[in-house]
């Protein structure tokens, strides 16, 4: 059983200023930097049966690095906030290996990054507002 979600990373900003090897701080121009795109057109994460049938609604928060190409290294995915269902938990954590990202980007060329990815565990009819 799949449900969809929506979810963007979230990144830290990048940051207009630099230190130079002394500490020195200088002024650069802001480098432009876009976060990893989900691509799969369904999420590749199973609602655990038997949370879905109890109406069990939970977030969990992955922390993920995604390569240069997009591809999500999966000995580095760690829950970086847990849902209070191991189950969700757990089934995020399954589905990471199918996740599929277009790669970052900084100042227009493909990088690899770490960031936090939320997955949304909702009931299409549920108190949280729908299938999001």
Do not use: K
């Amino acid at each position: 059983m799949r449900h969809l979600w929506i979810a963007a990373g979230l990144l830290a900003a990048c940051a207009a200023e630099e230190s130079t090897p002394n500490g020195e701080v200088t002024n650069q121009p802001q480098r432009r930097f876009e976060a990893p795109v989900v691509v799969n057109a369904e999420s590749p994460i199973d609602y655990p049966r038997a949370l879905y049938e109890q109406r069990v609604e939970g977030t969990v928060v992955l922390r993920l690095f995604v390569d240069d190409t997009g591809a999500v290294v999966p000995d580095s995915t760690q829950v970086a906030e847990a849902s209070g269902y191991p189950a969700l938990d757990s089934a995020a954590l399954a589905g990471v290996t199918e996740m599929r990202f277009a790669p970052a980007q900084r100042d227009g060329r493909p990088v690899a990054t770490s960031f936090l990815q939320p997955v949304h565990f909702r009931l299409p009819d549920g108190p949280s507002g729908g299938g999001s």
